[in-house]
């Protein structure tokens, strides 16, 4: 089946500090892929996507790039605020299923930024 | 702009007891997801609707039933409840792609 494998954390950084957390997956065909945001006391968010290979996703200063020869998707960002401290999800969709849009998930990897 | 509401968003159970989980989306959306979340696993689909009048199973389904009232509503119910249910539930639809979550239902069974 579908798993996704994403750096454990947690991870402290110093505020403009440039951010990698890795993900890799394991899938079958083609999958969309996801990085999610939770905010402490909240659901989780979509924070960029990619939708085939060697397409770059991103949004508020975070990058990912979809390699299919590794299977990866690291999300990156050049400078860190502490505004960005989140648990960071990162997600696959295979798109299995009439009208069905399942996500498998990483476990999720806390980012805490102090100033 | 509600999006996805879940209702409550904290319940204390004693073993055994049932209760229903509540959410409810206003953004037209066909498919709804149940997840839930506990330290170190992720999230983890317990039951999902494609559209209106379907569900099916997810990874973790036992001790859960699902009922999709109509295209806005989709209900969690514990019929018996265990301390292996305690977590943090998400309600969450689709706009293709793209998930949209509640703010979460934290249960806890002692």
């Known amino acids: 089946g579908d798993s996704v494998t994403q750096m454990e954390g947690p991870v402290t950084l110093s505020e403009e500090a440039f951010l990698t957390i890795n993900c890799t997956y394991t899938a079958t065909g083609y999958p969309s892929l996801f990085w999610y945001v939770q905010y402490p006391g909240e659901g989780l968010q979509l924070l960029l996507k990619a939708t085939k290979?060697?397409?770059?996703?991103?949004?508020?200063?975070?990058?990912?790039t979809y390699r299919k020869e590794t299977t990866?998707?690291?999300?990156?960002?050049?400078?860190?605020?502490?505004?960005?401290s989140a648990v960071y999800f990162?997600?696959?969709?295979?798109?299995?299923?009439?009208?069905?849009?399942?996500?498998?998930?990483?476990?999720?990897?806390?980012?805490?930024?102090?100033? | 702009n509600a999006g996805v509401t879940q209702t409550p968003k904290f319940q204390v159970l004693k073993t055994g007891q049932s209760m229903t989980l509540q959410c409810?989306?206003?953004?037209?959306?066909?498919?709804?997801?149940?997840?839930?979340?506990d330290p170190g696993m992720g999230l983890r689909l317990i039951y999902y609707s494609a559209s209106e009048g379907?569900?099916?199973?997810?990874?973790?389904?036992?001790?859960?039933?699902?009922?999709?009232l109509n295209k806005r509503e989709f209900s969690?119910?514990?019929?018996?409840a265990a301390p292996s249910?305690?977590?943090?539930?998400?309600?969450?639809?689709?706009?293709?792609?793209?998930?949209?979550?509640?703010?979460?239902?934290?249960?806890?069974?002692?």
């Open chain 2, 24 to 37: 409810a989306q206003d953004m037209n959306h066909n498919s709804m997801y149940w997840y839930r979340q």
């Open chain 2, 76 to 80: 969690l119910r514990l019929e018996s």
């Open chain 1, 53 to 64: 290979a060697d397409d770059k996703g991103s949004n508020k200063g975070f990058e990912a």
């Open chain 2, 54 to 68: 379907t569900t099916d199973k997810g990874e973790v389904p036992n001790g859960y039933n699902v009922s999709r």
């Open chain 1, 72 to 84: 990866s998707f690291h999300l990156e960002k050049g400078s860190v605020q502490v505004s960005d």
């Open chain 2, 85 to 110: 249910q305690t977590s943090v539930y998400f309600c969450a639809s689709h706009r293709s792609l793209e998930a949209f979550f509640g703010q979460g239902t934290r249960l806890t069974v002692v």
């Open chain 1, 90 to 115: 990162c997600a696959l969709s295979d798109g299995s299923g009439a009208g069905s849009y399942q996500l498998t998930f990483g476990k999720g990897t806390k980012l805490s930024v102090i100033p």
